[in-house]
């Protein structure tokens, strides 16, 4: 009985650190659309790149606060 307790509380402690893994997915993605979209508009009109560069540094700082949000729910579930 404690062997099965003592496996338990170690696969617990993996699929929280493969759930972190999965939640940064998707500011990874986010911030490879929103840097990659923001050289393509700097491509079309190189005139407003000033005002591009500080959309994209907003935006990618908001994606960025999934990934920290992911984190810190890791840090309190453990």
Not at 18 to 31: D, H, N, Q, R, S
Not at 37 to 57: C, D, N, S, W, Y
């Amino acid at each position: 009985m404690d062997t099965a307790t003592t496996l338990l509380a170690a696969i617990e402690g993996n699929i929280a650190t493969v759930g972190y893994g999965l939640a940064a997915i998707g500011p990874a993605i986010g911030v490879g659309i929103i840097v990659g979209k923001t050289v393509e508009a700097m491509a079309r009109q190189p005139e407003m790149t000033g005002r591009l560069m500080i959309t994209m540094f907003i935006g990618v700082a908001f994606a960025e606060a999934l990934a920290f949000i992911g984190i810190a729910t890791y840090f309190f579930m453990v």
